[in-house]
């Protein structure tokens, strides 16, 4: 006899029976509505274009009052002005001396009693240093930033002049001038943020999504399960199925119905990116936004394989293989309930192995510990939780793709004959207490 014949009976119902839920329909919907409109949210604002902050051509300051405390001496402003990169900028700029003024609230005082638009600047030497402060009353219109923009404009060009007036030739002055820029990196690499801040949180949020998905439809598997093995149910269905059909049917059925779920909000999720894009050009015309150009830019800063088609395709087939996995691992759990208060205990066979999987993945790639991560591309419990994205980023090839696909699909089928075997082999022990003797003698008994 065919021991999977009848699965697509059970697998029917069992889809049909989920998915006709009104809470299955009612988060589907409103999930599907919050993705799609998120989306194209998202991309019109992308599509809008930069408001650059245009500088004005001329300062707000009208007068500025100088108190020379240390003594810099007087300075062609004129050249100050022609200095800077906008030499317009402080064209109209009248400087004034200060006179004996040496505090700052003397100063400030003054610059209040000349107008709105006045500030002061204040010289002072403490141990060789030379400090250049701007003075802006409180009433003043000036800004802060501007009149501390001010003071490290004067502050370069008195450095500069002191420079000069010190006999230096040409060359020692560029040399003394010049910017010296420090920067630290790997040695044969360049530092991309882009890549880093993607294989920080691409990881960590593709990980809290299959954990959600893996819990609440697991959990469900599991407890289906569990009710038909501790009720009269169980002793029905075998008389007419193979417990290879039963768990097969059932354990897919409610993956199918995860999945839908899952692939109906990506789908969503693209049509608002395309269709917010059409609507950022309708809304600005100048805007050369499209999802192409995200995908590019991905691609440069992550790697040339990223989110290509081999990738893509393979990345979701491991996906759907990894929860698939999983959820048999959960009927492998509800397999081994004898007795309905054991349903909750037995839930952590699948729930512990989820969590420790993906703190290898995130951790050991936030750590970048390559060791780890080469095992856990080869271990089933691991592979859904680092492979995809490896490969939708680049990081793997599709080689070691195919290679973590298959193990899956082994794996994943040596548990479904797993569970159906202790599903069988636990009916005589219907009611009794749970124990590991038990279990390894179903498994010996054919």
Known sequence: MNKFQGWKNVFAFTYKQNVGTKTYKLVTGLVAVLVLALAILITVVSCAPDEEETKPEFSSIHKVLVADCAEVGELAYAELVASTQNDTYY?????????????????????????????????TMDEDVLSVRAVIPETSTVGISEGEELATTVASFVQSRRYRSSGLSMEQLIAVETTVAVTVGVAGE?????????????PLIFGLILYMMLLMYGQRICQQVSTEKTSKLMETLLTSLHPYALLTGKVFAIVATALTQFFLWIALLVIGLFGGVVIGRVLYPD???????????????????????????????????????????????????????????VQGIFTLPIVVSWLVCYLGGLMEKENILVVARNIPFTIPFGVPVELLTGTVGILQGVI??????????????????????????????LSLKTIVGVLRNK
């Open 287 to 345: 805007s050369t936004a499209s999802v192409t150009m995200v995908v590019d830019f991905l691609r440069e800063n992550i790697g040339e394989s990223a989110l290509s088609p081999a990738a893509v395709v393979l990345a979701i087939l491991i996906f759907c293989c990894g929860f698939l996995f999983y959820c048999v691992i959960a009927g492998l759990a509800g397999s081994m309930v004898t007795r309905p208060e054991e349903a909750s205990s």
């Open 404 to 433: 973590s696909l298959v193990i899956l699909l082994v794996f994943s089928v040596l548990c479904i004959l797993l569970s159906a075997r202790i599903y069988k082999g636990m009916v005589l022990y219907t009611g009794q207490k």
């Open 190 to 202: 360049e530092p991309n943020l882009v890549a880093d801040l993607i294989g920080m949180f691409a």
């Open 91 to 123: 064209e109209r700029v009248a400087w004034e001396s200060a006179g004996q003024v040496t505090t700052e609230e003397e100063l400030a005082r003054l610059a209040e009693e000349k107008g709105e638009d006045v500030i002061g600047l204040l010289y």
